[in-house]
T-cell receptor, first 116, second 114 residues
Framework: GENVEQHPSTLSVQEGDSAVIKCTYS??????FPWYKQELGKRPQLIID?????GEKKDQRIAVTLNKTAKHFSLHITETQPEDSAVYFC???????????????FGKGITLSVRP | EAQVTQNPRYLITVTGKKLTVTCSQN?????MSWYRQDPGLGLRQIYY???????DKGDVPEGYKVSRKEKRNFPLILESPSPNQTSLYFC?????????????FGNGTRLTVT
C-alpha cells in the first residue's frame, strides 16, 4: 500500500520568510495529492491540491509542486504570517482515475511555527 | 451552511462503557469516514462508507463499529472502550471517493477513557 512521509516533523521560520514542507510517497500509481491545514484546536481543512498531470499549482501565497519521477511533492508558503502556524498534512491517493474505493493515505503531519 | 456535525465535542468515560459518537453531514455526500488523531501518528482511518449500507475497514478498525443507515449519518460506536482508544476523533465526508474530492471534516470529538 501507499506510504506517505513528511519531512521535517517540525519547522520554524521567521515571519516574512518562505517555508517549504516536503512529502514523499511510495506508490507510483498515486495521482492526487491534497494538503490539509489544521490550526490549533481546529479541524483539518483542505488548502490546496494537485493532480498528477500538473507539475505546479499556485493559490496566492501557497503553491504545491509535484515531481512524479522522484515521487515527492512539496508545499511552498511565501511571505509567511503568524496565522500560517499550524499542522500541515499531505496525502496521496490513486483515486482520481481508478475509482472511489482507492485509499487516501495521510502523512503524519508537520508543525509549522512562524515567529513574529 | 454546509457542514459536518459531530457530537459530543468532549467525552470522558470509563473502560467498558459503551458509547456512540454521532456524525451528520448536510451536503448529500456519498462518502463518509472516521479518523483518529494521535500525537506523532497523524490521521489514521478507522472506518469508511461509500454509500448507505456500505461500510469498510480502514487502517485501525479494531474496537470500533459503524453503521450507515441513512446517507447523512455515520455514527461511530465503541462497544467496550479501552484506555488506548483515548484520542481525538474526526468524522469527514466528501462528494465521492476516498479523497478524489475534498474531505470536509467535523470539529472533532476528544475522547478520554479512564
Amino acid at each position: 500500500g501507499e506510504n506517505v512521509e513528511q519531512h521535517p516533523s517540525t519547522l520554524s521560520v521567521q515571519e516574512g520568510d518562505s517555508a517549504v514542507i516536503k512529502c514523499t510517497y511510495s506508490d507510483s500509481a498515486s495521482n492526487y495529492f491534497p494538503w490539509y491545514k489544521q490550526e490549533l484546536g481546529k479541524r483539518p481543512q483542505l488548502i490546496i491540491d494537485i493532480r498528477s498531470n500538473v507539475g505546479e499549482k499556485k493559490d496566492q501565497r501557497i503553491a504545491v509542486t509535484l515531481n512524479k519521477t522522484a515521487k515527492h511533492f512539496s508545499l511552498h508558503i511565501t511571505e509567511t504570517q503568524p496565522e500560517d502556524s499550524a499542522v500541515y498534512f499531505c496525502a496521496a491517493t490513486d483515486a482520481l482515475y481508478t475509482g472511489a474505493n482507492s485509499k487516501l493515505t495521510f502523512g503524519k503531519g508537520i508543525t509549522l511555527s512562524v515567529r513574529p | 451552511e454546509a457542514q459536518v456535525t459531530q457530537n459530543p465535542r468532549y467525552l470522558i468515560t470509563v473502560t467498558g462503557k459503551k458509547l456512540t459518537v454521532t456524525c451528520s453531514q448536510n451536503m448529500n455526500h456519498e462518502y463518509m469516514s472516521w479518523y483518529r488523531q494521535d500525537p506523532g501518528l497523524g490521521l489514521r482511518q478507522i472506518y469508511y462508507s461509500m454509500n448507505v449500507e456500505v461500510t469498510d475497514k480502514g487502517d485501525v478498525p479494531e474496537g470500533y463499529k459503524v453503521s450507515r443507515k441513512e446517507k447523512r449519518n455515520f455514527p461511530l460506536i465503541l462497544e467496550s472502550p479501552s484506555p488506548n482508544q483515548t484520542s481525538l476523533y474526526f468524522c469527514a465526508s466528501s462528494l465521492m471517493g476516498q479523497g478524489s474530492s475534498p474531505l470536509h471534516f467535523g470539529n472533532g470529538t476528544r475522547l478520554t477513557v479512564t
